[in-house]
């Protein structure tokens, strides 16, 4: 900064010296010209000249500060030996004081009047309130005659009874209120009384629903040990319902086996007719071998041979047989095996006859029919002379 103000400083000075006489300085770069030269000489001689001014001003300037000093002292001796110096400086002291205690007064005042600015303010606020609550009282003055005022009380005595008649219903109200509030804690009671009696009762019903519910549980119990019997007993029933029934099918297989044997047998029955001739001897068997019918018989083979029927089947018997012959004394007997159980008989008489002899009898398997001749004698060919067996039942 210092530097800053020197250099300024010094243009200044060189302003201030060089003045408008100065030409101003060639462009730089450039050789030194006789130009250049004049200007640097004119430059040093203006130089000389402002410092000789200078020179001159200076001396001037010290020699009126000699004076002024002298002038100063002489002035100041003058002060001393009068004594006002002292003088003037506890004046100014006083002076100073007295200022100071003006200046508080001042202060003091500056409020009070602050204050009392305030106030009147306020005041000026209140005088316009009264000023309007005056105004309104006039309006009021010149709307009020007396019949508003008396309707106003007659409103007011209206509202007055109206208010002693809500009071005394109030008064109602509240004794209907305290009479409810007394039903309300009798009810509360009773609500008491009634739930601690649904307590005791929820407890008694708990027990009852759990012995209820242990009951019902036995009873399930009971009831399942019941149903598991009686299946069991519906098994065993059913097993021997079962074995019943098969035992009955079986039963009635049989049965219907021994009807189709019945029936087979029925339509089985053996029934045959047969006839045979020839001279036959006495106690001989009458050969009647040619068969013409049969029924119900396996094996023929002895009646085809002999004309000896061997039965097959047991049963009753119809055993029917008929004989024509010529020989006087003829006599023939049906034999069951070898017992004569029927005969025909002929006696003096040699013309052709016949005679027949029939019986029933019951015969079993393997038993033999035949018939004999008692005496020898003929017997005439078929169809004069014929044997049939027929099986009834
Ligand atoms: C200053 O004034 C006071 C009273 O005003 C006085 O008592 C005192 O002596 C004075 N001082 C001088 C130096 O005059
Ligand atoms: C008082 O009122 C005047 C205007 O009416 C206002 O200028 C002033 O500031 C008020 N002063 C105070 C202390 O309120
Ligand atoms: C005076 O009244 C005006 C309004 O009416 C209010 O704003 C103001 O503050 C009041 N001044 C005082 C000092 O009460
Ligand atoms: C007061 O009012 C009642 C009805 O509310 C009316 O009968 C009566 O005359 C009134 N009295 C006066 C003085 O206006
Ligand atoms: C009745 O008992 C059951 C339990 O046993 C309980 O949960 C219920 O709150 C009871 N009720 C009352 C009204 O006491
Ligand atoms: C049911 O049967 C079981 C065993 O089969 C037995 O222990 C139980 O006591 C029976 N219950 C009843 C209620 O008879
Ligand atoms: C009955 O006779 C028929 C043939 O005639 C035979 O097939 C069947 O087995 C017979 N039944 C019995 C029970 O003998
Ligand atoms: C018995 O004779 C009949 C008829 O003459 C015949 O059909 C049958 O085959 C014979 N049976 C036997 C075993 O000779
Ligand atoms: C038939 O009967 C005779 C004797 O009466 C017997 O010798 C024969 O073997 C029988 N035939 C059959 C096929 O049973």
Do not use: W
């Amino acid at each position: 900064m210092f530097y800053v103000f020197f250099i300024s400083c010094v243009f200044i000075c060189h302003g201030f010296l060089m003045d408008s006489k100065t030409q101003p300085p060639p462009t730089a770069g450039s050789l030194m010209t006789d130009d250049h030269y004049q200007f640097v000489m004119q430059f040093i001689f203006q130089e000389r000249q402002s410092r000789l001014q200078l020179e001159k001003y200076v001396k001037q300037l010290q020699q009126e500060l000699v004076t002024t000093k002298a002038d100063l002292t002489t002035e100041i001796n003058g002060l001393k030996q009068c004594g006002c110096a002292s003088n003037i400086k506890n004046k100014t002291s006083i002076l100073q004081n007295e200022f100071n205690i003006l200046k508080q007064d001042h202060d003091a005042l500056k409020i009070k009047y602050e204050n009392f600015q305030k106030e009147l303010n306020r005041t000026n606020n209140r005088s316009i309130m009264l000023e309007n609550e005056m105004s309104l009282l006039r309006q009021l003055k010149s709307v009020s005659d007396l019949k508003v005022i008396f309707d106003l009380q007659n409103k007011t005595k209206h509202l007055e009874q109206e208010i002693q008649a809500t009071n005394s219903r109030q008064q109602a109200i509240n004794s209907e209120a305290s009479a409810r509030k007394q039903d309300f804690l009798a009810l509360y009671q009773k609500v008491q009384i009634s739930e601690t009696e649904i307590q005791s009762n929820n407890l008694s019903f708990g027990i009852q629903t759990k012995q209820m519910e242990r009951r019902i549980l036995e009873v399930n119990e009971r009831y399942d040990n019941k149903t598991k019997q009686i299946s069991r007993t519906l098994g065993t029933i059913e097993s021997s319902m079962q074995n019943r029934i098969t035992a009955l099918s079986t039963k009635l297989n049989g049965q219907i086996l021994n009807i189709q044997k019945g029936q087979n047998d029925t339509a089985n029955r053996a029934l045959f007719t047969a006839s045979g001739s020839g001279t036959i001897s006495k106690g001989s068997v009458i050969p009647f071998k040619k068969v013409h019918t049969s029924h119900g018989i396996k094996n023929l083979s002895s009646v085809n041979n002999s004309g000896i029927f061997t039965v097959e089947k047991e049963g009753y018997y119809l055993i029917s047989c008929f004989v024509n012959t010529n020989t006087a004394n003829a006599e023939f007997d049906i034999r069951h095996n070898s017992i004569s159980i029927a005969s025909a008989t002929k006696h003096g008489d040699s013309g052709l006859e016949t005679h027949a002899a029939t019986i029933t009898a019951h015969l079993n398997v393997g038993d033999i029919v035949k018939v004999t001749a008692r005496n020898t004698m003929a017997v005439d060919s078929a169809p004069d002379s014929m044997l049939t067996v027929v099986q009834i039942i």
